[in-house]
């Protein structure tokens, strides 16, 4: 499973600097509104401490992690619906990302301009929001016109998905975001299928100053206070350290964030909330060939966990051979695992748990 995230934000709040620290790119960062104009696309891989401990005990020919794929789009401002700056742009690329992550500016750096003449995070989140608002209403708006086309047919089905587009158009234009209207699968459905932008997962990044990366300031809590009823996750980075941090080898990296009191990089952080945000988890499968993580949602049944890795696997899925993760490293390989009663054989019911090492049997 690809998972795509969008980085946005106003300009100059360190999205660029952020996307090259994060994915090791060449993002122009510079000091002016629009310096990545193209989307800038990067992968970051996941680490993951169970993939490590897998690779010690199987020695494997090679390891692969997951990823993430982070796309650094143009900065937003206000007027961005309406085609202001590179807003059509803007909107057209995060149409496509599962989740949005919104980069928000809480330093002060009088070398830094700010589009908007001062650093005030609340005021920034919520040009962001107001601009994706009324481009959602715009697209909602534009199917309830076609929806009243064809209800004049008469049809019971478009009838009531009319109704609940023009109740969804109500409540966004009161202010809410798509994301909190989907309470229903009629809504659901329909939410889906416009593609709307509010509707996405969002998670806030708090671009902070070195001294304010462990506990935030003044700027982070009113952000903090500002988002309290939205069941968004907000994590704190500081764009400079993890800039730092990619020109260093492992041992500086280890004794630099040992110094500054941090237990992992930034990016750590950020794919890990990317994961809780999207409701997913991680299944790993180990040979001699390759030990090897998968993405899969949280709640999916072991064929469509095999077909992650080939479509004919959840085709033609017989069963699923799992040991818990914590049961294969205790006992220290497959066979003493086997050899303990801890092999498990599931069926096509079977849900698969995160950390799960796992062997597919199929037909061809």
């Not at 992690?65 to 143009?74: G, L, R, Y």
């Not at 047919?153 to 969804?168: M, Q, T």
């Not at 999207?278 to 998968?294: C, D, M, P, Q, S």
Request: glycine share 6%; with cysteine; aromatic share 6%.
């Amino acid at each position: 499973m690809a998972l795509q995230c969008g980085i946005v934000g106003l300009p100059n709040v360190g999205k660029s600097t952020l996307f090259n620290a994060l994915t090791s790119a060449k993002a122009l960062a510079a000091n002016y509104p629009f310096a990545t104009k193209d989307p800038n696309v990067g992968i970051i891989t996941v680490h993951d401490e169970r993939l490590n401990r897998l690779t010690q005990l199987v020695s494997p020919q090679k390891t692969i992690p997951t990823t993430v794929e982070i796309v650094d789009i143009a900065g937003l401002i206000k007027g961005a619906s309406q085609g202001e700056g590179l807003g059509n742009q803007f909107l057209a690329n995060i149409r496509e990302v599962d989740a949005i992550i919104h980069v928000v500016r809480c330093f002060e750096d009088d070398n830094v301009i700010h589009v908007d003449g001062d650093v005030n995070p609340v005021r920034d989140k919520e040009i962001i929001d107001t601009e994706l608002l009324l481009k959602d209403i715009e697209t909602v708006e534009k199917r309830i016109e076609k929806l009243k086309k064809q209800a004049k047919a008469g049809d019971k089905a478009i009838i009531k998905l009319l109704s609940v587009a023009e109740e969804l158009k109500a409540a966004m234009e009161s202010g809410q975001m798509a994301r909190s209207l989907m309470t229903d699968d009629d809504r659901k459905a329909l939410v889906a299928d416009m593609m709307l932008l509010t509707s996405k997962p969002i998670l806030y990044v708090c671009n902070v100053d070195e001294n304010s990366v462990l506990s935030g300031n003044e700027h982070v809590n009113l952000l903090r206070e500002q988002v309290k009823n939205e069941n968004a996750e907000i994590i704190l980075i500081s764009a400079g350290i993890e800039a730092e941090l990619v020109e260093l080898n492992e041992a500086e990296r280890n004794e630099f964030l040992l110094e500054m009191g941090l237990e992992k990089p930034g990016v750590f952080h950020l794919t890990h909330a990317a994961y809780k945000l999207l409701n997913l988890i991680t299944y790993f499968t180990a040979g001699e060939k390759e030990v090897r993580a998968w993405t899969v949602i949280n709640g999916t049944k072991a064929p469509q966990a095999a077909g992650v890795i080939h479509s004919d696997f959840e085709k033609g899925f017989i069963r699923a051979e799992v040991i818990h993760y914590e049961d294969y490293i205790s006992y220290g390989s497959e066979s003493a695992a086997r050899d303990a009663g801890k092999l498990l054989v599931e069926g096509k019911e079977y849900v698969v748990l995160d950390g799960d090492v796992m062997h597919f049997r199929f037909n061809v």
